[in-house]
């Protein structure tokens, strides 16, 4: 293995403006990187979302690409740039095809490319479906711990969804102190349903606690006070501001599931307004119905800085988009933990031509 190359630096740095050699890191690589590690990684997307938050990062929007004959696919490339110690580039590029599900694969597939900040070439590619699925669970929790604050912390949570990021969003509230007295679920597909039951039945807090498996989506939103939404709805089909009556905390992941009427009698948080309200989720429905964004209570940044304060006496709805910025920072502590311990794969001959002029 060739030696581990530093971060190119510019001219007066402390090196000489160099290209970075190239590496490659395999999803099994990813995962033993930040299995158990949940605490360090919300921590990490927690220093993120104050450095957005602060305008140290770059975000633009995230650019689907569709296909006419195929409209229930499409692939997202999510650039961003993120400053502060981390300083990095890149672009997630991010692939759903629900048809994969009935194949027996999964339906998401994705990679991450990672830039260097000095000279723009990109130093690393890492298989990015668990980093995404881990830094939207790090979001969900942390949301969940600062979204609760000054409310009873909920006791009883409810997974609408029961997929691969409803297993990471249990992994991540429970690695991070979370304990339930009930777990309801709660999934059109009997298979997602018992699979999911399966994962909670090996965890001790599934154990101390009891597993109910709902019917009907009612009877899961009303014998819970955390919702997770964690679907692939294209569109609204929770419609009944009623079933919140009780003033849950919900983690609307997945964006599209509620209709505008339950968002207006909501406390509404969102990790970035701009890039929320878009693509038809349910916030841009609610700010196509309303005509404004006066909905909208503000943003995590918000909360976590005590600009603002969630409400006790109406539901609390946190409906994150998903910044680029945090599959950087997930991607980057992954780049640099494989580098301190030694496994870093590099392709030396990666980039052929590297003289100006040939």
């Known amino acids: 293995m060739s030696p581990t190359p530093?971060?190119?630096?510019?001219?007066?740095?402390?090196?000489?403006?160099?290209?970075?050699?190239?590496?490659?890191?395999?999803?099994?690589?990813?995962?033993?990187?930040?299995?158990?590690?949940?605490?360090?990684?919300?921590?990490?997307?927690?220093?993120?979302?104050?450095?957005?938050?602060?305008?140290?990062?770059?975000?633009?929007?995230?650019?689907?690409?569709?296909?006419?004959?195929?409209?229930?696919?499409?692939?997202?490339?999510?650039?961003?740039?993120?400053?502060?110690?981390?300083?990095?580039?890149?672009?997630?590029?991010?692939?759903?095809?629900?048809?994969?599900?009935?194949?027996?694969?999964?339906?998401?597939?994705?990679?991450?490319?990672?830039?260097?900040?000095?000279?723009?070439?990109?130093?690393?590619?890492?298989?990015?479906?668990?980093?995404?699925?881990?830094?939207?669970?790090?979001?969900?929790a942390l949301a969940a711990d600062w979204l609760s604050r000054g409310r009873s912390r909920p006791t009883r949570v409810g997974f609408f969804g029961t997929g691969l990021i409803a297993r990471y969003i249990h992994t991540f509230l429970t690695g991070t102190g979370w304990t339930f007295d009930t777990i309801g679920v709660h999934d059109v597909s009997a298979d997602s349903v018992a699979g999911f039951r399966g994962h909670l039945e090996q965890t001790a807090t599934a154990r101390a606690g009891g597993i109910t498996v709902h019917e009907r989506p009612e009877d899961l939103i009303r014998s819970s006070d955390l919702v997770v939404f964690a679907t692939v709805a294209g569109r609204p089909h929770v419609t009944d501001p009623s079933w919140f009556a009780h003033h849950p905390l919900v983690l609307h992941v997945s964006l599209r599931d509620l209709a505008p009427e339950i968002l207006l009698a909501s406390a509404n948080f969102v990790d970035d307004v701009e890039h929320c309200l878009k693509a038809d989720t349910s916030p841009h429905l609610a700010e196509q119905r309303t005509g404004n964004r006066d909905f909208l209570d503000g943003t995590l940044y918000d909360v976590m800085t005590g600009q603002v304060r969630p409400p006790a006496d109406r539901p609390v709805v946190f409906s994150p988009f998903g910044l680029g910025v945090l599959d950087l920072a997930v991607g980057k502590y992954v780049y640099d933990e494989v580098t301190l311990a030694g496994h870093l794969h590099l392709i030396d001959d990666f980039f052929h031509e590297l003289r100006r002029y040939g």
């Open 6 to 140: 530093s971060p190119a630096t510019r001219p007066g740095g402390s090196g000489p403006l160099r290209v970075p050699s190239f590496a490659v890191i395999s999803g099994a690589e990813v995962r033993e990187t930040l299995q158990g590690r949940e605490k360090q990684i919300v921590e990490l997307v927690e220093t993120t979302y104050r450095l957005h938050g602060a305008g140290d990062s770059v975000n633009p929007p995230s650019y689907f690409l569709r296909f006419p004959d195929r409209p229930a696919d499409r692939i997202i490339a999510l650039p961003a740039s993120l400053g502060g110690p981390m300083r990095v580039d890149g672009l997630k590029w991010i692939s759903s095809f629900p048809g994969n599900v009935q194949a027996g694969i999964p339906r998401a597939s994705a990679v991450l490319l990672l830039n260097d900040h000095a000279t723009g070439y990109p130093f690393a590619c890492l298989e990015s479906s668990i980093i995404s699925a881990t830094r939207t669970a790090a979001s969900a």
